[in-house]
């Protein structure tokens, strides 16, 4: 059965520490230990995969100890990967600070990741989805040629600029249908292409403002992650902000952007294309990822997600 969403992108060990508060400069704080599989690509496919879709997940990886686990844990979750072996580097890692109210600090070292090569999924892999959902924290020339591969094969082509990246090149949304941004890498690409105030709310941009800023990046869809605040949808014709859950409590927010996209790239083919529906289908997933410790481990399932919406949240 062939894949409906592929994924492209990070695979990152997690390596995770909880403490009650984040240590200052120079200090030392005493916390507990935990790891698992992360990085934004890898999330991203397993948040879609376990709210429903048929996923691919492709991605770079070394020849370590923490490739043998990605395998393990998607042949446990009866998902399809292609993890590519990389010599000489180090799967990707991320050093991850949780505070006792599940904010978080992280570093990432990319590792194999930088050297995603176009070359490494096949054209017709690309072609055969009906979504490729993207990301910025594999190599940013391999992202590019996927998808452009995928838009011009008319596959729905979704791009989570994160995390925003010094050698952004902002000539990667010519093959981008829908682009998925938090307020801050808004702001980053708004400043990078000169488009107006970088540090106007989203919010507080009229429809026509935010449809005309749409048009000049050449997008389909301009979805915009707000936190706590939702998310804000703008296409043709379309300018509507999409609440969260209510009454959740949050215990580790780590993953909770990447949550939010899968979730989306599941819903848009849930509602056929309809981009408030998925909006919110991902806010969901998004909501209750925030409820467990971990990134990917935390992801919902789609029971869970269809029980609190069936709830009216």
Same mark, same amino acid.
């Given at each position: 059965?062939?894949?409906?969403?592929?994924?492209?992108?990070?695979?990152?060990?997690?390596?995770?520490?909880?403490?009650?508060?984040?240590?200052?400069?120079?200090?030392?704080?005493?916390?507990?230990?935990?790891?698992?599989?992360?990085?934004?690509?890898?999330?991203?496919?397993?948040?879609?995969?376990?709210?429903?879709?048929?996923?691919?997940?492709?991605?770079?990886?070394?020849?370590?100890?923490?490739?043998?686990?990605?395998?393990?844990?998607?042949?446990?979750?009866?998902?399809?990967?292609?993890?590519?072996?990389?010599?000489?580097?180090?799967?990707?890692?991320?050093?991850?600070?949780?505070?006792?109210?599940?904010?978080?600090?992280?570093?990432?070292?990319?590792?194999?990741?930088?050297?995603?090569?176009?070359?490494?999924? @096949?054209?017709? #892999?690309?072609? +055969?989805?009906?979504?490729? &959902?993207?990301?910025?924290? *594999?190599? /940013?020339?391999?992202?590019?040629?996927?998808?452009?591969?995928?838009?011009?094969?008319?596959?729905?082509?979704?791009?989570?600029?994160?995390?925003?990246?010094?050698?952004?090149?902002?000539?990667?949304?010519?093959?981008?249908?829908?682009?998925?941004?938090?307020?801050?890498?808004?702001?980053?690409?708004?400043?990078?292409?000169?488009?107006?105030?970088?540090?106007?709310?989203?919010?507080?941009?009229?429809?026509?403002?935010?449809?005309?800023?749409?048009?000049?990046?050449?997008?389909?869809?301009?979805?915009?992650?707000?936190?706590?605040?939702?998310?804000?949808?703008?296409?043709?014709?379309?300018?509507?902000?999409?609440?969260?859950?209510?009454?959740?409590? @949050?215990?580790? #927010?780590?993953? +909770?952007?990447?949550?939010? &996209?899968?979730?989306?790239? *599941?819903? /848009?083919?849930?509602?056929?294309?309809?981009?408030?529906?998925?909006?919110?289908?991902?806010?969901?997933?998004?909501?209750?990822?925030?409820?467990?410790?971990?990134?990917?481990?935390?992801?919902?399932?789609?029971?869970?997600?269809?029980?609190?919406?069936?709830?009216?949240?």
């Amino acid at each position: 059965m062939e894949q409906e969403i592929l994924i492209i992108g990070s695979y990152v060990q997690d390596l995770t520490w909880n403490t009650p508060n984040f240590p200052a400069a120079g200090e030392t704080v005493i916390g507990t230990f935990q790891t698992g599989p992360g990085g934004k690509g890898s999330n991203q496919a397993i948040a879609a995969g376990r709210a429903g879709a048929r996923i691919l997940y492709a991605g770079a990886v070394g020849p370590d100890t923490f490739a043998t686990a990605a395998r393990e844990f998607y042949e446990s979750e009866g998902f399809s990967c292609q993890l590519i072996e990389k010599p000489g580097h180090t799967s990707g890692t991320a050093a991850i600070l949780v505070d006792e109210e599940g904010q978080n600090q992280i570093i990432v070292a990319l590792g194999a990741n930088g050297v995603l090569a176009p070359e490494d999924v @096949a054209e017709e #892999t690309v072609t +055969a989805a009906k979504i490729l &959902v993207c990301q910025l924290e *594999a190599n /940013l020339e391999a992202t590019s040629h996927f998808l452009k591969i995928a838009h011009d094969a008319g596959v729905t082509t979704i791009l989570n600029p994160a995390p925003m990246r010094p050698d952004f090149d902002p000539a990667i949304l010519e093959h981008v249908d829908i682009l998925a941004p938090n307020e801050t890498e808004f702001a980053s690409i708004i400043e990078a292409l000169e488009l107006g105030d970088s540090s106007k709310d989203p919010l507080e941009y009229t429809g026509d403002e935010l449809d005309a800023l749409r048009q000049k990046l050449g997008l389909g869809t301009l979805l915009i992650t707000l936190g706590g605040r939702g998310s804000l949808v703008c296409e043709d014709g379309v300018f509507e902000t999409v609440s969260i859950l209510e009454g959740i409590t @949050a215990v580790d #927010t780590t993953g +909770a952007g990447d949550a939010f &996209v899968g979730g989306f790239a *599941a819903g /848009l083919l849930r509602f056929n294309g309809d981009t408030v529906k998925a909006a919110q289908f991902g806010n969901a997933v998004a909501g209750l990822s925030v409820t467990k410790p971990g990134t990917a481990p935390s992801m919902p399932r789609l029971e869970e997600v269809e029980a609190v919406l069936l709830k009216g949240h």
